[in-house]
């Protein structure tokens, strides 16, 4: 951390990266501490600097496409875990560079001479980056050293040990109070400043918090591995201070905060985006309506999007995305669905697409709304619309802001562009081939079949097929997480159980836009999820359906591709179970993989699967695997082997990077590093 902290000495640069020319700003080239700091304006100036945050790029200036849960059990499975420390890391270092400004303008603010409550909204500005970024830190290395003001070289901050990860979720949760009490409410933030930190988004950032820290604290002691460490030799130790919550006291206010963002919301402050019909969901991501383009069928713009209650601000003049959404997306690099994730979407109903009322898997049966897998596009018909949204349908094409993949929507009120299909007989000059939005039979052809793809996240409109110019804004806190939160609050303070009346008032309204039926304490009782893939078995099981279950499976598929997910299953204490282990695909057996024929112009004619000519990397779970064909798992591709998946307990916590450890001995390394 010292040579972190002795950078920032150097300087003092408060230049705002992270915030889109809708935060007003002054130059600050030539500002110093001696001279700025005079004024309401300079304080308001200095508080814009502070939005720094994540978005379609890390802190390191990288394309965040690993932030949208790849390699994690929701999108799809990569090499994971058995990494060694590094020397340096800037999930480190850039942290504590921007809590460095949090405190330079907190400490400014006591020394000022003028009315306080001029800079008011400047200083909840500054305690909630600080929390924020510190928060940050807290989710990748677990206790960290606490920067409650900014250094000199002489610190002794530089010097010690590590806070205790409890100490930090304390001095998190204060510092979040006072922010709450500071900020303004976002109706009574004027239009020009739209776009800057609200009191509801401080108090949504908190229910997150506080929400994360008691599930952590519940579970993960569950694992079997010591992740505090003592503190001397090892870890940041388990030091608590005297006032902390308990784990009860934890959910009861993250569940307050929730619930008081959410009766805002009911006033008209916010509200679930849904201007694009079933596709509400879909275009949500894809808003970027500046200059002429056209970012959705109904073109409806960024004015329309009440939903993000705290976001990182992109604009196609000021500040594009810069990372080539348009390009990584179609080719399956950002957010993917696996198939884990794609057969937990519940049918328009509210139940899994396999049920069982007695839990006996003998007797299991399709939901009736779920017509099975033996045609392509069946598993598809009646399900949840943030699936069929978002994954790529081999009945449908879709609108590509980047020509060499797709067409670009130039029109409104045309959700997909118009498919062409290859004649019958093959004709080799068939214009259906040099088409972009033409309809293939889908093929097999080696790789491993574990997922859907996914198209959540890309532009469509024809004014974004310049590489990195798109610029929809980037979602750090959205209504339908409050929802979410506020659900899994109340079940884990009921022991599992949550009233109809709370379902309501939280995940059924994420529910209504996705067309699902609400879920309702009747609806589950007595049912079993035939389809359940049980990740410690790596098997598909019958298990009864609970609402804990089920408020777990409305986050994985209302959050996915956010980068929730890893973290969602630490705190949860199953990161190291979901992602061990061999891991199933998609089917193959009973499929029309197994009858179709090619029509595409590269295999026009040839059989859609041919495993003898172009096999599976990892081939089928199948007899020759030693599988029945009884068995739920019978004839699905093998999506990945466990010599591929080291996660383990101690990958939990990320390590200290080795260069902080060799300049300040007092902090010890986190377990197992």
């Known amino acids: 951390m010292k040579r972190i902290i002795i950078y920032s000495l150097l300087a003092f640069s408060l230049i705002m990266s992270s915030c889109s020319d809708l935060l007003n700003k002054e130059p600050l080239s030539v500002g110093t501490e001696a001279a700025f700091f005079k004024n309401p304006t300079q304080f308001s100036q200095a508080a814009n600097a502070l939005y720094q945050m994540e978005g379609w790029k890390d802190y390191n200036g990288a394309a965040a496409y690993y932030k949208m849960d790849q390699g994690m059990d929701i999108s799809g499975f990569g090499s994971n875990g058995g990494a060694s420390a590094g020397q340096t890391d800037f999930r480190w270092d850039k942290p504590y560079s921007f809590i460095r400004n949090c405190n330079i303008l907190l400490e400014k603010a006591t020394e000022y001479a003028g009315d306080t409550a001029t800079i008011r909204t400047s200083i909840g500005t500054a305690y909630f980056f600080r929390a924020?970024?510190?928060?940050?830190?807290?989710?990748?290395?677990?206790?960290?050293p606490i920067a409650d003001h900014s250094f000199d070289l002489n610190d002794p901050t530089l010097y010690g040990p590590r806070n205790s990860r409890y100490?930090?979720?304390?001095?998190?949760?204060?510092?979040?109070r006072t922010a709450i009490r500071?900020?303004?409410?976002?109706?009574?933030?004027?239009?020009?400043?739209?776009?800057?930190?609200?009191?509801?988004?401080?108090?949504?950032?908190?229910?997150?918090?506080?929400?994360?820290?008691a599930t952590w604290e519940k579970y993960v002691p569950t694992i079997s591995y010591d992740l505090d460490g003592d503190g001397t030799s090892k870890g940041a130790g388990n030091v608590k201070p005297t006032d902390y919550p308990s784990i009860t006291g934890l959910l009861t206010e993250s569940k307050q905060m929730a619930k008081e963002v959410i009766q805002e919301a009911e006033t008209g402050t916010f509200q679930l985006w849904n201007q694009c019909d079933s596709l509400s969901y879909y275009y949500l991501f894809n808003i970027d309506d500046q200059g002429g383009n056209i970012s959705n069928f109904k073109n409806a713009g960024k004015a329309t999007n009440k939903e993000f209650i705290f976001s990182s601000k992109y604009d196609f003049v000021s500040r594009q995305g810069g990372i080539n959404l348009g390009h990584t997306i179609p080719i399956w690099g950002g957010a993917n669905i696996s198939t884990y994730l794609g057969e937990a979407f519940l049918c328009r109903n509210g139940l899994p697409i396999r049920i069982s009322y007695t839990g006996d898997m003998a007797d299991a049966q399709n939901n009736p709304q779920?017509?099975?897998f033996s045609h392509f596009n069946n598993e598809y018909r009646n399900r949840d619309y943030r699936f069929i949204?978002?994954?790529?349908?081999?009945?449908?094409?879709?609108?590509?802001?980047?020509?060499?993949?797709?067409?670009?929507?130039?029109?409104?009120?045309?959700?997909?562009?118009?498919?062409?299909?290859?004649?019958?007989?093959?004709?080799?000059?068939?214009?259906?081939f040099s088409y972009k939005a033409t309809v293939y039979v889908p093929t097999l052809y080696g790789g491993t079949n574990n997922g859907y793809g996914c198209r959540k996240f890309m532009p469509e409109g024809a004014l974004r097929s310049t590489s990195t110019t798109e610029s929809p804004d980037y979602p750090l806190i959205?209504?339908?997480?409050?929802?979410?939160?506020?659900?899994?609050?109340?079940?884990?303070?009921?022991?599992?159980?949550?009233?109809?009346?709370?379902?309501?008032?939280?995940?059924?309204?994420?529910?209504?836009?996705?067309?699902?039926?609400?879920?309702?304490?009747?609806?589950?009782?007595?049912?079993?999820d035939a389809g359940w893939w049980d990740q410690s078995q790596n098997k598909t099981v019958c298990k009864k359906m609970n609402m804990l279950d089920e408020i777990r499976r409305e986050r994985a598929c209302e959050l996915f591709g956010e980068g929730f997910r890893e973290n969602d299953l630490k705190r949860w204490g199953i990161a190291h179970i979901n992602l061990r282990g061999q891991k199933l695909g998609r089917h193959v057996y009973g499929t029309e993989y197994m009858t179709a024929i090619a029509n595409d112009a590269a295999y026009h004619g040839q059989p859609a699967y041919q495993p003898s000519k172009y096999p599976l990397t990892y081939g089928v779970y199948d007899e020759t695997k030693g599988v029945s064909t009884t068995d739920p798992d019978y004839g699905r591709s093998i999506a990945t082997i466990p010599g591929n998946l080291l996660y383990s307990q101690r990958d939990y916590l990320a390590p200290i990077p080795l260069e902080q450890i060799r300049l300040n001995g007092a902090l010890k390394q986190n377990p197992g590093w």
Not at 167 to 176: G, K, M, R, S, T
């Open 132 to 144: 924020w970024q510190h928060f940050y830190l807290l989710q990748y290395f677990g206790g960290v």
């Open 167 to 176: 100490e930090v979720v304390n001095f998190i949760a204060n510092d979040l």
């Open 182 to 213: 500071l900020l303004p409410k976002e109706k009574n933030i004027a239009t020009a400043d739209k776009g800057k930190v609200s009191q509801e988004a401080a108090k949504s950032f908190l229910a997150r918090v506080l929400l994360y820290e």
């Open 370 to 372: 779920f017509l099975g």
């Open 389 to 432: 949204g978002c994954a790529y349908l081999p009945d449908r094409t879709s609108w590509m802001s980047d020509p060499a993949y797709g067409i670009a929507c130039t029109v409104t009120g045309q959700p997909y562009p118009t498919p062409k299909y290859p004649k019958v007989p093959y004709d080799k000059n068939d214009p259906a």
């Open 478 to 528: 959205r209504l339908a997480e409050v929802h979410l939160i506020y659900a899994e609050a109340v079940v884990e303070l009921g022991n599992g159980s949550i009233s109809d009346e709370d379902l309501n008032f939280s995940v059924n309204k994420n529910r209504t836009r996705a067309g699902v039926a609400p879920l309702t304490n009747a609806l589950i009782a007595n049912v079993w």
